[in-house]
């Protein structure tokens, strides 16, 4: 069983700053890439940001040069720093990771996992 535990949603108001952090842990094996999806109400599932284990970032027009990504190999945790932010940053944010999950016989499968979602909403 593979676990993504998200932190850092909340209030804050236009033109400020949020971190989120997204760990993985459990019968993950190895991770190829992690990074964040967002979805505001009536409107689609989007990337927002991800990065390889390589450490190669890609970026969602929309966010460029206001977002960072990066990660964090050892804890198999990604983080968004999101800056200057603007209402049209509101939406659930999720955390996503391509990696490979080792079963209890030992075998390894190549899968996409999603966290939960956090809630991110800026507003005056």
């Known amino acids: 069983q593979v676990q993504l535990v998200e932190s850092g949603g909340g209030l804050v108001q236009p033109g400020g700053s949020l971190s989120l952090s997204c760990a993985a842990s459990g019968s993950i094996f190895s991770i190829y890439a992690m990074g964040w999806y967002r979805q505001a109400p009536g409107k689609q599932r989007e990337l927002v940001a991800s990065i390889t284990s390589s450490g190669i970032a890609t970026y969602a027009d929309a966010v460029k040069g206001r977002f960072t990504v990066s990660r964090d190999n050892a804890k198999n945790t990604v983080y968004l720093q999101m800056n200057s932010l603007k209402r049209e940053d509101t939406a659930v944010y999720y955390c996503?990771?391509?990696?490979?999950?080792?079963?209890?016989?030992?075998?390894?499968?190549?899968?996409?996992?999603w966290g939960q979602g956090t809630e991110v909403t800026v507003s005056s």
């Open positions: 996503n990771v391509d990696g490979t999950e080792r079963t209890v016989l030992g075998q390894r499968y190549r899968r996409t996992f």
